[in-house]
């Protein structure tokens, strides 16, 4: 099977393609959102410091570019949420249940968004300069922190917190001991009711201490994915997994009194269990959903109802790396706006205007190489640490360390490296996609649906080495250009100049201008196989180890045809947004002579 093969094989191919196709252009605009409010403070700084008036028009071009790009991305982040309640509903219902917080919370991050940066724009002729500073700080803040919340949430749905990894960097693997597993805390009433040897022995559930009024456990995540897919399901009881775990003895012992008291804390109707004639029949009628439904509530409760996202083991690089590529992408497409400007620079030009043309692209030049730079030695390495220890099956599949494949990172000796990289040792080993067992996440105490192959599939190899590639030539570009224009050997009215060459030669500084634009093109582009990465690593999974696409997608799902009209839509609107730049912000701002 071929590694496109293999991964539409998936569940819900169509689905994930429409989500991603939506998520990814909503993101695309929201670097920008979160990019160009950044730099606008920085050209204010500048102008406090120096009293240049170039400094304060470069800072109202860049709040014009935010204002256009906020009021689409406001427009398709609102698309993206629909698409999820439709399309995931299951998913959502959970995350509104039990990780609602940075939900709730990003509603007031908006709000400050639309306040301060609006306030940015229409008081420009009202404001003080110091003021303006101020309100564009609040505003990027506003912004970032926006980001903030969306991105726990899912970090939280790439490694939970509690998440334990299957693999070891010493090269042990843990999937036949029930790994990987989710730490959970266990209601004390439920305890009793369950076969603790039977949980240790046929399950691999380990008992972990007691929290207060809980016992916590580790739970294999197969066995959460079925609990999972049995509470949306409506099984109950005596249909469900846990049936193999129950405590006869002591559920037999039961008095009617005592499991109407359990089902009144689980949330069950009484009037539901009426038809029950025993203690034990009643008991094995409550739905499982209400039993999870306490279980993860318990958990939330001990770990924090307004951190739990927030504690995703991979949350910090996701942050850090996220607000790395935004800041990338948006100074690439600067930069590229001010050379194109630059090259259509007629000789007669106002000199005001060419000297704030020039000093716009040095700052942008500067700004960029600066970003790139921390992307990739900085953010993009806690990235990639934070994927290797917590995410060891995606990446595996990033690595490409199968026999099966034709390996990039064999190919181009990047394996002998990559465990000092990922691990901080030489000694280390790297995860074997082929060790990794293909029904690792099926539950084996059940007749749960099969899973074709539980490992991400092997395509995000070449995304993710296709990604790395064109980062370190949009890299290397951004350095030369940072070095031209800090060495101030460059101007516009001898367009001959001429620049060091890599083998002695010359060549035009013109040429440097004209790639600026395939350089924004390439950042947009790093940052799309970035999140094609990141988002197709993880499945099946919706949620890694927890929910999965099965279950958390409609019951009733669109024909492929539906779903291609709306993919057409939501890309007519990124065209639709290019065209907007063009005619508010690139027409009007055309050079005077």
């Given at each position: 099977?071929?590694?496109?093969?293999h991964w539409s094989s998936y569940p819900a191919a169509g689905d994930r393609l429409l989500s991603f196709i939506g998520i990814e252009i909503h993101?695309?605009?929201?670097?920008?959102?979160?990019g160009l409010p950044f730099m606008a403070f920085i050209a204010l700084l500048l102008y406090l410091r120096s009293k240049d008036k170039a400094w304060m028009r470069f800072a109202r071009t860049l709040t014009k570019g935010f204002i256009i790009v906020?009021?689409?991305?406001?427009?398709t982040g609102t698309t993206v949420e629909f698409g999820l309640v439709l399309l995931w509903p299951h998913l959502t219902e959970a995350a509104g249940r039990y990780i609602y917080f940075p939900l709730y919370a990003e509603i007031f991050a908006f709000l400050m968004e639309v306040v301060f940066l609006y306030m940015l724009w229409y008081g420009w002729n009202k404001l003080s300069p110091k003021a303006l500073a101020v309100v564009a700080f609040l505003g990027f803040l506003g912004a970032w922190y926006s980001a903030s919340m969306i991105l726990s949430v899912n970090s939280y749905m790439v490694a939970p917190t509690?998440?334990?990894p299957a693999y070891k960097p010493s090269g042990l693997y843990f999937y036949s001991q029930g790994y990987p597993k989710i730490q959970v805390y266990m209601p004390k009433d439920l305890v009793p009711l369950l076969n603790i040897t039977a949980l240790k022995t046929a399950a691999h559930v380990d008992i972990l201490g007691v929290a207060g009024d809980s016992v916590k456990v580790a739970i294999p995540s197969r066995v959460v994915q079925e609990l999972v897919r049995e509470a949306w399901s409506g099984a109950k009881l005596q249909d469900s997994v846990l049936i193999h775990f129950v405590n006869k003895t002591t559920v037999q012992h039961l008095t009617l009194e005592q499991v109407q008291a359990l089902a009144a804390k689980l949330g069950v109707p009484a009037a539901s269990l009426a038809g029950a004639k025993t203690p034990v029949e009643m008991l094995l009628s409550i739905p499982v959903k209400n039993v999870l439904d306490y279980i993860l509530i318990t958990t939330v409760k001990h770990i924090g109802f307004m951190s739990i996202t927030f504690k995703s083991p991979v949350y910090p690089a996701t942050l850090m790396h996220t607000l790395g590529s935004a800041l990338t992408v948006s100074g690439f497409t600067v930069l590229a706006?001010?050379?194109?400007?630059?090259?259509?620079?007629?000789?007669?030009?106002?000199?005001?205007y060419r000297r704030y043309i020039e000093k716009a692209f040095k700052f942008a030049a500067i700004f960029a190489a600066i970003v790139i730079a921390y992307q990739g030695f900085i953010a993009g390495h806690e990235m990639g640490r934070a994927v290797a220890y917590w995410n060891p099956e995606k990446f595996a599949a990033m690595e490409g360390t199968s026999e099966h494949i034709m390996s990039l990172s064999k190919l181009l000796h990047a394996d002998?490296?990559?465990?000092?990289?990922?691990?901080?040792?030489?000694?280390?080993?790297?995860?074997?996609?082929?060790?990794?067992?293909?029904?690792?996440?099926?539950?084996?105490?059940?007749?749960a649906p099969p899973v074709q192959d539980c490992r991400p599939p092997i395509v995000i190899h070449y995304l993710y080495y296709t990604k790395i590639g064109l980062a370190i030539l949009l890299?290397?570009?951004?350095?030369?250009?940072?070095l031209v224009v800090i060495r101030d050997k460059w101007s516009l009215i001898d367009k001959t100049l001429n620049i060091v060459g890599i083998r002695g030669g010359t060549i035009p500084s013109r040429f440097w201008l004209m790639l600026a634009p395939v350089a924004a093109f390439t950042a947009q582009l790093v940052s799309t196989l970035g999140w094609a990465v990141r988002e197709i690593g993880r499945k099946p999974w919706t949620i890694y180890g927890v929910m999965t696409v099965d279950v958390a997608r409609t019951a009733n799902p669109a024909p492929a045809w539906q779903l291609a009209l709306i993919a057409i839509f939501l890309l007519s609107i990124s065209f639709g947004l290019i065209y907007a730049v063009y005619r508010i912000l690139w027409v009007p701002g055309r050079p005077k002579t």
């Open positions: 099977m071929s590694a496109v093969a993101w695309a605009i929201l670097q920008y959102v979160l906020f009021a689409v991305g406001a427009a509690g998440i334990m706006g001010y050379a194109l400007r630059l090259l259509r620079m007629p000789e007669n030009a106002d000199p005001e002998k490296i990559m465990p000092l990289i990922a691990y901080g040792s030489m000694n280390a080993k790297l995860p074997s996609y082929d060790k990794i067992p293909v029904n690792y996440c099926k539950c084996s105490l059940t007749g890299g290397l570009y951004g350095l030369i250009v940072a």
